[in-house]
């Protein structure tokens, strides 16, 4: 078992794809997410690397994909804040200041690839998309359009009636 703040570190690299990025959205010195990102690596065998200018793991944990599972049913608990992808987003007035509870933001050159696979591993817990741009339903994905914003989140389908997400939808809808 990881901290917080190890696994954070990391998956925050890969998420946000900036160490700066990681610092400034979970409030600790770009330092201590560099140091905390290769405790957690090592923690787990494996290494944080920089392919294509993409920070990614350079092999799979199952490990780390059980312990991500503990670190979002924690979020979902309350006992801490929920992540939200804002894909393009992340400028609105709608998401500034962040919903109570959230974290928002995105990678600089995000794509929805990147936003759906952050979800898939559950570093994020929520993309949000421009109408156009939502991604199809799944086995594992549920979409749901919000249509007064012209815009649609995406979630794990197992998290379809959370109640942190259901608020955030409620919000988005009465924005």
């Given at each position: 078992?990881?901290?917080?703040d190890?696994?954070?570190?990391?998956?925050?690299m890969?998420?946000?794809?900036?160490?700066k990025?990681?610092?400034?959205?979970?409030?600790?010195?770009?330092?201590?997410?560099?140091?905390?990102?290769?405790?957690?690596?090592?923690?787990?065998?494996?290494?944080?690397?920089?392919?294509?200018?993409?920070?990614?793991p350079?092999?799979?944990?199952?490990?780390?994909?059980?312990?991500?599972?503990?670190?979002?049913?924690a979020?979902?608990?309350?006992?801490?804040r929920?992540?939200?992808?804002?894909?393009?987003?992340?400028?609105?007035?709608?998401?500034?200041?962040?919903?109570?509870?959230?974290?928002?933001?995105?990678?600089?050159?995000?794509?929805?690839s990147?936003?759906?696979?952050?979800?898939?591993?559950?570093?994020?817990?929520?993309?949000?998309?421009?109408?156009?741009?939502?991604?199809?339903?799944?086995?594992?994905?549920?979409?749901i359009?919000?249509?007064s914003?012209?815009?649609?989140?995406?979630?794990?389908?197992?998290?379809?009636?959370?109640?942190?997400?259901?608020?955030?939808?409620?919000?988005l809808?009465?924005?």
């Amino acid at each position: 078992m990881v901290s917080l703040d190890l696994l954070s570190s990391f998956d925050g690299m890969i998420w946000l794809q900036s160490g700066k990025k990681v610092g400034a959205l979970f409030e600790q010195h770009q330092t201590t997410i560099s140091r905390n990102q290769k405790k957690c690596a090592q923690a787990f065998g494996i290494k944080l690397q920089k392919i294509s200018s993409n920070w990614q793991p350079q092999s799979d944990s199952p490990l780390l994909q059980l312990e991500r599972v503990v670190h979002q049913v924690a979020r979902l608990q309350g006992k801490s804040r929920l992540r939200l992808d804002a894909n393009r987003w992340l400028d609105s007035g709608l998401l500034n200041p962040a919903p109570a509870g959230w974290l928002v933001s995105s990678a600089k050159n995000g794509t929805t690839s990147h936003s759906l696979e952050c979800l898939q591993q559950r570093i994020v817990d929520v993309c949000l998309y421009p109408f156009a741009d939502i991604p199809e339903e799944s086995q594992c994905l549920k979409k749901i359009i919000i249509t007064s914003r012209k815009m649609g989140i995406v979630i794990l389908q197992e998290h379809a009636n959370q109640e942190r997400i259901l608020d955030l939808i409620n919000m988005l809808e009465q924005a």
